[in-house]
């Protein structure tokens, strides 16, 4: 199975955040999206697809913990992951989930060469693979797929 037949089923809607918006705002779209990661766009850009990073619930914690709730007034590039790890249509379920537990994140944006066409997470790749199961894998039964190693 390949991520472009995760985002053919959930569709290609993406939750996006502005390079020049806070990261309260930032709080409010996750909420607003029920997503646990936005993608940060360059509004600069005349493209306006230009991803230049991932703001992610565990950014914020991890922020808020370090460095208090000041953070909510800065813009999103202070709390953001810079130079977001990316993956294409093309590649497989597993190749993304090797990224995930690689780069220990839940989100990946997709790219089509340079244009942002999804973003795919965790739940998604699992959710396509228990979709994938046999039909005849019933409860109590023990299915083995190749997955990411937990660390």
Request: charged share 25%; proline share 5%.
């Amino acid at each position: 199975m390949r991520v472009e037949d995760i985002l053919r089923r959930k569709g290609t809607r993406i939750g996006t955040v502005r390079i020049n918006e806070t990261v309260e705002t930032a709080l409010r779209l996750l909420k607003a999206e029920n997503t646990g990661a936005l993608v940060v766009k360059d509004v600069c850009r005349t493209e306006g697809n230009t991803v230049v990073g991932v703001i992610s619930e565990r950014d914020i914690v991890r922020s808020l913990t370090d460095r208090g709730p000041g953070i909510l007034s800065l813009p999103v590039t202070a709390v953001m992951s810079h130079h977001p790890v990316c993956c294409t249509p093309g590649d497989s379920v597993r190749h993304v989930l090797q990224l995930m537990d690689e780069h220990t994140i839940r989100h990946i944006p997709v790219l089509d060469g340079a244009s942002l066409v999804g973003v795919v997470s965790v739940r998604d790749l699992i959710k396509a693979q228990l979709d994938a199961a046999p039909p005849d894998a019933g409860a109590g039964e023990v299915v083995s797929y190749p997955v990411a190693a937990a660390q």
